[in-house]
């Protein structure tokens, strides 16, 4: 379960529509609770470094942009607890490349953008066996 306000899950879902027709991607920052589930209190965009021809498909973060958002985490009290990014005309459900380069303990948070709009987010997190995803609720 992560929680996420309706104020950043617009900020999402704006990035996503902004970006449209390719993939937005982030940062998710707040906390881990003991009994597992997550609160979600920041989020920073990240340009997509992928190269033009795979931006609509595919995000990469680099690990320049993760120490950009350790150092933020730092910063504000936080910690990095996830990324989102968005599916431009695909369902909000991860894809093969985004398991294959998935974290595990990282939430995913994933919106679908159909013609630009935004339509349904989810988040996902990786089994422990890292061979698929799980789907976490949103609240
Ligand atoms: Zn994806």
Redesign the pocket.
């Known amino acids: 379960m992560i929680k996420c306000n309706d104020k950043t899950a617009e900020k999402i879902r704006k990035f996503g529509e902004g970006e449209y027709p390719n993939e937005c991607c982030g940062l998710i920052f707040g906390k881990i609770n003991k009994d597992g589930s997550k609160e979600i209190n920041d989020i920073l965009p990240i340009i997509n470094a992928r190269e033009d021809e795979n931006k609509y498909n595919r995000?990469l973060i680099t690990s320049k942009d993760m120490l950009k958002g350790e150092l933020y985490a730092r910063k504000n009290n936080t910690e990095i607890i996830g990324f989102y990014?968005s599916?431009p005309d695909h369902p909000a459900e991860?894809?093969k490349?985004?398991l294959d380069h998935a974290w595990p303990v990282y939430s995913y948070i994933?919106v679908s953008v159909v013609k630009g709009k935004s339509e349904k987010m989810t988040s996902w997190v990786l089994s422990s066996d890292r061979s698929s995803f799980q789907e976490e609720q949103i609240i």
């Open positions: 995000f990014h599916h991860p894809s490349f985004d994933i």
